[in-house]
């Protein structure tokens, strides 16, 4: 699964740990906190942590979502993965569920309260508090804590829901030393007030962190804020229930120009490259699969997992909004679940579709560049077609989607 040239130099990392704590050497030579655990890059993050050839392993994984696993995720005692149930909001929630998990050394932040229907500002602060929480608890308590990995993504260069106008705009690609947008974000929570949290415990060595931002991701996830890949196998299998055409209802853009994405595992494998390569520490990284596809590449390939007719961009009369065209199938699901033996789920919670509109409507090519990662020596990559071939394969074969 590792694609990326491991050079074993956390090795330091784990000489300065090992003079930091007197206590005997722990079962585990590394242990993580996986937040948003059931999300798309998240639960990549789990499935590749457990894994027992994972880089600086064995690991240890308390993996953290708010709401009650889904019945796709491995149930039962896990020594490996230790599930938790906390809504991240909840700062005394927070605190108590965290504090007693002392063992803590990597802090992987994948979580996102999607902003949709609440103002920015209002939904920024929401998110900046959510993590703030969780670095107020295992700040003080995890005195082994190393390296905070978070994952953001393209909204440090462009708000999808407020297109952005001049310079910014015709930079592209995007590199990582762009500066972000002027709005309070995820990342000032890592560069202003991580500093103070350990700042405030003298007796405790240095956090690093990394911050990752990945294009539109393609994983594996009936419970993401963005998952695009679940929400179109849904529209397919619609299309299909009621004998309609796959439509294409974006953008002439979209369609033709070039796009971007990020496979969920290899963010992941980016995120726990940044953790473990000592020339990574406090730096922003875009991280996407390294190539370009069209959308009219993807399209006919999804249509054809479903075995539904498709049609392509057909002027712009013809686009439409998914959250419009799929609003009252709620029936509809329920019934191909029941038809198909599918793992029983809500159309809610395998969709957004207001996401799922802002990629494939975007008015402007939106791509990224990778060289700073390739510098310091991640070769990962990802053939972003056979991704999202993968993912729905993956989606139909766990029962989710038929």
């Keep these: 699964m590792i694609r990326w040239c491991w050079t074993g130099e956390h090795g330091a990392v784990q000489e300065r740990r090992a003079a930091d704590t007197e206590a005997a050497a722990p079962a585990f030579a590394n242990v993580a906190l996986v937040v948003g655990s059931t999300g798309t890059v998240g639960a990549a993050l789990v499935d590749m942590l457990q894994s027992t050839d994972a880089p600086a392993g064995p690991w240890k994984v308390y993996a953290l979502c708010r709401r009650p696993l889904p019945p796709w995720c491995t149930s039962g005692p896990n020594a490996v993965v230790v599930s938790l149930q906390v809504d991240l909001a909840n700062a005394a929630a927070v605190a108590a569920a965290l504090a007693p998990l002392a063992d803590i050394t990597h802090v992987f932040y994948a979580a996102w309260s999607p902003r949709r229907g609440s103002p920015d500002a209002v939904a920024c602060e929401t998110n900046r508090a959510m993590l703030r929480n969780v670095l107020s608890a295992v700040v003080p308590s995890c005195p082994a804590l190393a390296h905070v990995c978070l994952q953001t993504g393209r909204d440090e260069f462009v708000d999808p829901f407020d297109p952005v106008m001049g310079t910014t705009s015709a930079t592209r690609p995007y590199s990582e030393d762009l500066p972000r947008l002027e709005h309070p ?87 726990l490259w940044a953790a473990l390569e000592l020339r990574c520490k406090n730096e922003a990284f875009n991280c996407t699969n390294g190539d370009v596809f069209k959308w009219k590449q993807l399209w006919p390939a999804l249509a054809k997992h479903f075995a539904v007719e498709w049609s392509g961009y057909d002027g712009e009369d013809k686009r439409f909004k998914l959250e419009e065209a799929m609003a009252g199938k ?18 809610d919670d395998t969709t957004t579709w207001w996401s799922v509109d802002a990629v494939l409507n975007a008015d402007q090519e939106q791509v990224d560049t990778m060289n700073k990662s390739k510098e310091l020596g991640f070769f990962g990559f990802r053939h972003t077609v056979r991704s999202f071939d993968t993912w729905i394969t993956k989606l139909k074969a766990s029962g989710i989607v038929p």
């Design 185 to 271: 974000d995820l990342e000032d929570v890592l560069l202003i007030e991580l500093p103070g949290f350990v700042a405030s415990h003298r007796d405790r060595a240095p956090i690093t962190w990394s911050v990752h931002r990945p294009a539109t991701v393609f994983g594996f996830s009936s419970r993401s804020g963005r998952n695009v890949v679940s929400s179109l196998c849904v529209y397919a299998a619609i299309c299909r229930k009621e004998g309609a055409a796959l439509r294409w209802p974006g953008s002439r853009v979209a369609w033709e120009g070039f796009s971007d994405a990020s496979d969920a595992e290899l963010v992941a494998e980016h995120a």
């Design 330 to 347: 709620e029936a509809v699901w329920t019934e191909i679940v029941r038809e198909n033996g599918l793992l029983e789920t809500k159309l």
